[in-house]
């Protein structure tokens, strides 16, 4: 890792050229209430200090919502052929958090198998990070997400006046020497960062007991009460999910054209919420209420992660929260585990 | 594989299903070259009444509908019903919400004998619907797919589903958020979210999902200030029939 600074009135300067420069990814306003990760072309239509957290997460970059896998042609001999779409790209102002969801999806598409769909556009992009304040409903202190140690190749602090950069790849180091200004980071840089941090962290208000829940969930596991009242209003729409940073699950589907000769097999977002997710051959659906489901997919983030790989399946960026109609909310039903427990 | 002959009627609608299907212009050659279209009420002239599959538009509100809706059934091997009329009944029950007298009333006034308006129902309320093909007006993409699947035998996927998942696989922000209603939550997806694209809230034409949580939605519609009236309204657009056929009550 390097440790450079930026003056701020470098900054501007810096940024201009990285749109100028490359396919340029960052969070601009969406509408009066969302930002969303989108191709910028102006400096001015590029806004880091945004509030809520974006809608999609930076997975739709990697992961998108709908992709194409292979098209096919049927004839004497079945012609198939892989479409791997890819092009280097600079994905600007992503926080922490949101950083090691993408780390989380890194792992999953290359831990039982290298899902080439996934890298091809993973290795070609860039990462910039940035801070930003917690939005509301974030609780990725709770779960050690609110800080990046890997995953971008230049991570910026913003600290009064200055930024301090981390530079962790060598693509890192190229583009900052190449397209900034910038200077060593001195004794008095790394102090004021360590102060940035603290105060950082004490912006987190939202805390959730995450400590003891791998044991706590086998007490409320088979409380049929329990996951009726979290249940109760749960629309099965999949909506927290589908916003998820770290929700990999995908369906694959066949879709041949009108001739019956061409084709192509494309995979979209999936969700465990809906009932079709567990419905198998012959009819049988091992999950068949929303009861199971929301059991599950707090088992699956909280607990069988942890089991498998021991790690969670969630860095606590709250868009589930915010995503969820029927209010249902991971951090309230996880601290009411602790005190059914302690009841 | 021979082509299968296919008979694409109308009842009581707009015609605007029938008219999606000729509005798949860059398909339509592929189409007419993967089935035989024998009979098209609002396209051709020509009719036989050798057909494996009736694609059917329209809901049924008069005596002659009932007398040909039971033919097809009797000549189709397979029925599905394209659009939310011909699927649900649609918006021509709201006729029936005034009861069917005072509906021929207000519109025909004294010559209201003269007309064969019966309660509306839709098409399985007939005969057996093997495929929906839902919407106001249905998905020309849909209507395709089922085509596609009856062609090679497979069962047509359609989206049991809301509304929301294809909002958010399309990065919308929810027009809840942004003051407005939605009945996305409890109808089922399958038009790629068409209204809350646009910046408006679902209206439901393409009736609720298998299990939708109605509670859970009224809860939310009341929460955002609308009286038990204006949610019944709400419900009603699309979903008023309440008679046989018909899966799931709304309200
Ligand atoms: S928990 Fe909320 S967001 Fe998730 S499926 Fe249920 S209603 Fe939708
Ligand atoms: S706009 Fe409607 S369909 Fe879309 S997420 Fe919101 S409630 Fe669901």
Redesign the interface.
């Known amino acids: 890792m390097l440790y450079k600074i930026l003056k701020k009135e470098n900054y501007t300067d810096f940024v201009e050229k990285l749109i100028s420069e490359y396919e340029f990814i960052g969070p601009k306003k ?5 930002h ?1 990760f989108v191709p910028i072309k102006d400096l001015r239509e590029l806004d880091t200090d945004y509030k809520k957290t974006t ?2 997460p930076a997975k ?1 970059l990697l992961f998108p ?2 992709e194409e896998l292979v098209e096919y042609e049927v004839g004497d001999v079945i012609k198939v052929k892989p479409l791997v779409e890819s092009s280097e790209k600079i994905l600007f102002g992503i926080d922490a958090c949101d950083i090691n969801g993408m780390n989380f999806m890194d792992w999953i598409f290359s831990t039982e198998f290298i899902d080439e769909n996934y890298f091809a556009k993973r290795r070609k992009l860039i990462v910039i990070g940035k801070d930003r304040e917690p939005s509301e409903t974030c609780f990725a202190l709770s779960m050690g997400a609110e800080y990046a140690k890997d995953g971008f190749d230049i991570f910026l602090t913003e600290l009064e006046d200055r930024y301090f950069l981390r530079i962790a790849t060598s693509k890192g180091n190229e583009i900052t020497e190449k397209f900034a200004r910038i200077q060593d980071a001195t004794d008095s840089d790394f102090r004021d960062y360590d102060k940035f941090m603290d105060d950082y962290r004490s912006k987190f208000k939202l805390k959730i007991n995450i400590d003891n829940f791998y044991d706590d969930f086998e007490f409320i596991y088979s409380n049929e009460k329990y996951w009726e009242e979290a249940s ?8 927290c999910n ?2 998820c940073p770290t929700c990999f699950c995908f369906n694959v ?1 066949d879709d ?5 000769k061409v084709g192509n097999k494309m995979r ?2 999936d ?1 465990c919420m ?3 997710y567990g419905l198998v051959a012959g009819g049988h659906n091992f999950r068949p209420t ?1 009861e199971n489901r929301l059991k599950q997919r707090y088992r699956c983030k909280l607990k069988t992660f942890v089991d498998k790989y021991g790690k969670y399946a969630c860095v606590g960026c709250g868009r589930c929260i915010e ?1 969820c ?2 209010k249902i909310n991971i951090v309230e039903d996880v601290n009411s585990v602790k005190k059914e427990v302690s009841a | ?1 021979s082509k299968p002959k296919v008979g694409i009627f109308g009842f009581t609608g707009c015609g605007g299903c029938q008219l999606e299907i000729l509005n798949l212009e860059n ?1 339509i050659l ?2 007419v ?2 089935i035989d279209i024998v009979h098209f009420t609002e396209a051709i002239t020509e009719h036989s009444d050798n057909y494996d599959i009736a694609l059917v538009e329209g809901a049924i509100t008069t005596k002659h509908g009932v007398e040909r809706i039971e033919k097809i059934g009797n000549i189709a091997k397979i029925i599905v019903a394209i659009g939310s009329c011909a699927c649900n009944g649609g918006l021509n029950c709201l006729k029936d919400l005034y009861g069917l007298e005072k509906a021929k009333e207000l519109v025909y006034g004294d010559k209201k004998d003269w007309i064969g308006s019966i309660e509306v129902k839709p098409v399985d309320a007939y005969v057996k619907v093997d495929y929906y093909a839902r919407g106001c007006p249905a998905n020309r993409f849909e209507i ?1 797919d089922i ?2 699947a009856l ?2 035998g497979k069962k047509p ?1 359609i989206p ?3 509304v ?2 294809e ?8 027009v ?3 003051g407005m209603t939605c009945m ?3 109808i089922r997806a399958g038009c790629n979210s068409r209204c809350p694209n646009s910046g408006a809230g679902c209206d439901g034409c393409r009736g609720p ?5 109605i ?3 009224k ?2 519609l009341a929460e955002y200030g609308l009286t038990v009236e204006d949610i019944m309204q709400q419900f009603s657009l699309y979903n008023a029939y309440r008679g046989k056929g018909i899966k799931q009550k709304i309200m």
């Open positions: 969406k509408d009066k209430v969302f969303d809608i999609a739709k919502p709908t109760k209003n749960c629309y099965s729409c999949g909506s589908l916003v589907k041949m054209q009108l001739n019956l979209e977002w969700s809906i009932p079709e929303k995503a109609l029927a | 594989m398909y592929d189409l070259g993967a395709v085509i596609k062609i090679v996927e049991n589903y809301p929301c998942v909002c958010k696989r399309n990065g919308n922000t929810c809840y958020e942004l996305g939550p409890v999902i298998d299990d939708p949580n509670n859970a939605e809860d939310l």
